[in-house]
């Protein structure tokens, strides 16, 4: 009957509430913590040792292909399983997100288990120790009250610890009475930490907003009450000669209920400030392109938006010349077609009548770039040639002299029912134009500033290049608790190392007093000791085992 029992006790499935318990105990345990933060690190270092595949460019499958290829010469077969697997997008890869998310969960389980313990030892310790502690501690010492007829020991000694600042609670059982003592708890910055992070979790406001010169934004929901919309009107990014950053800043305007209630700039560091909510500067994106479509009946507008340029389309910057030596092209032509792996445009070479289809193909043998060029007139003017090699055909010199990534975006609600491409490019003077590829009757649209375009019945219009501005609006009212915290921290911790915190314990018994504390600085505590000596005129003596030396 017992192994019958046994047996079913062992075949039983674990309940839920039991699921729960062995979930949190792994969550709240150390080495767990430990085992998701090495795992972790060691996917920082990969994500440093191997190549990641550039952001801006992650969402292009074209160029994404085109890097792999770039990347075939150092891992060779490897490089599409190690790019399915994420080891090219470390921190993108959805495992290395959800062991993100196990740590964070870790650490909060594990601070949660163990927080009322810490809570309770550094506000409400242990005010009686039994007598082991007065024979044990490091930190001891014996004396004797010196006059019988005058005020207890106890009461004299209470008396002057509360004089030097000393919080002093007392415990009497029988004979014997116990004095705790504790001096400069700074457990009040901990409190207001708290209370902030708590009033900023639950009546903050953080929202993230990305907006284009020209355009508005608004803040909350649409229903909200009190609803503010945000206007950009200029946003500036500044770079230096290498490309880096060095300055973000945008000019916007502040509308509530219709009027305008502020005006001003922002950056990085310096917000502007409005109702109680600060608008930071948090990012920036000079890659914009303002488009409008309008029916070309009636004029009113169908279509209006400024596009985020946020992916890269390959661009071949092609040189051509003449047998003189003389360039009849020096431009990035926009591909707007594909032939089998190529993808190129047609194009007439300027100073010629001559039409060519030139495109790029990539070169599986030294993962680089080769030019196509074919000529219906001509088939001795259709070749192909890896890039950076000139190519002399029917009178005309070829050189594929790089591949640019042109700014581009693939939407809906520009070419009929179809998605369409939008390339951003600029001519060879630096005017900027629009290329876009759709369902225009086997035809690519090209569109420089201003200057309408219509097709069947919509007319397009290039409203021109737009920047994009982030914006954080963001509300903290426990702000003000963190920074107060922030600075009685600050105090705290100079008063720890010039007025540092110290709890005695004493027994008194007999007129015999013991003086222990758990001080980790041993100097503090005698130099205590010397003072409340001097003050009780008490004769000290050694307990059992001796007395240390002082530091």
Known sequence: MAQVESAEHASRPVRGAELLVLLWRLFASAQFAITVILFLAVAGTLAVVLPQIPLAIQGNPA???????????NFGFMTEPMHRVGLFTVVRSWWFITVLGLTAVAIGVYVIDRFLDIWRNVTKPREQLPDSF??????????????????????????????????????????????????????????????????????????????????????????DPNQMQIEVIDAVGLFSQGGLPTD??????????????????????????????????????????????SDAGTGNTTYSEVLALNELTPGPLIVVRDEAGAVLLNDVIVPTDIIEEANGTLITVPGTDRDFWVGILPNAVDETWSL?????????????????????????????????GLPSIVSEGIAGEGRALTVLSETPKGEPYLTIVGDFGGQALTLLPGEPATIGDREYLFEGKREFAGIEVRKDPGAKFIWIASGLLLVGLLATFYVPRLRLWARIRGGEVVLASLAERRGVFQSEIRHLLEALDAARIEPEGGTKNSD
């Open 63 to 73: 160029a994404v292909d085109a890097w792999l290829e770039s990347e075939r010469g």
């Open 134 to 223: 007065f024979e044990r501690a490091a930190n001891r010492v014996a004396f004797v009250a010196p006059d019988a007829a005058a005020a207890p020991i106890e009461r004299r000694l209470e008396a002057l610890l509360s004089a030097r600042r000393y919080k002093v609670r007392r415990t009497v059982e029988g004979e014997t009475t116990y004095l705790f003592a504790d001096r400069f708890a700074w457990d009040i910055a901990l409190v207001l930490f708290l209370v902030g992070g708590l009033i900023s979790q639950f009546g903050g406001f953080t929202n993230g907003l990305l907006i284009a010169e020209g355009t508005t934004k608004a803040v909350f929901a649409v229903s």
């Open 248 to 293: 973000y800043r945008t000019e916007m305007v502040i509308y509530q209920g219709g009027e305008e209630v502020a005006r001003g700039f922002t950056t990085v560091n310096d917000p502007m400030s409005y109702g109680g909510y600060r608008f930071h500067q948090s990012g920036y994106f000079g890659e914009g392109a303002a488009l409008r479509i």
């Open 372 to 404: 196509a060029v074919f000529e219906r007139d001509d088939n001795e003017a259709s070749f192909i040639v890896p890039m950076g090699e000139p190519h002399q055909a029917g009178g005309l010199e070829w050189t594929l002299e790089a591949v640019n």
